[in-house]
């Protein structure tokens, strides 16, 4: 069974910094791109960052680019982002991805 299972998310205050964790099994996590999108309320799924597979690769949105890290951990099956200098318009629900897969999300929610 593939699992995604994002973590990490919640209430902070603009400026603040959060580390979202997705946790996987079920396929090859080693050999698979992961990616972070993200959907606010109202609006359609954004793509967020991508990793590559041995993590020398990333990429970022523009609107995250330079306040993101994404990274991985392949002995862990686990994807990370972190997010700093927060803004409430990075308010949204964010998943990891590695299509045709998902997670149930993680809340971010950026309000004073």
């Known amino acids: 069974e593939v699992q995604l299972v994002e973590s990490g998310g919640g209430l902070v205050q603009p400026g603040g910094s959060l580390r979202l964790s997705c946790a996987v099994s079920g396929f090859s996590f080693g050999t698979s791109e992961m990616t972070w999108v993200r959907q606010a309320p109202g609006k359609d799924t954004e793509w967020v960052s991508t990793i590559s597979i041995h993590g020398g690769s990333t990429h970022y949105t523009d609107s995250v680019r330079g306040r993101c890290t994404i990274s991985r951990d392949n002995a862990k099956n686990t994807v990370y982002l972190q997010i700093d200098t927060l803004k409430p318009e990075d308010t949204a629900r964010y998943y990891c991805?590695?299509?045709?897969?998902w997670g149930q999300g993680t809340q971010v929610t950026v309000s004073s």
């Open positions: 991805n590695r299509s045709p897969y």
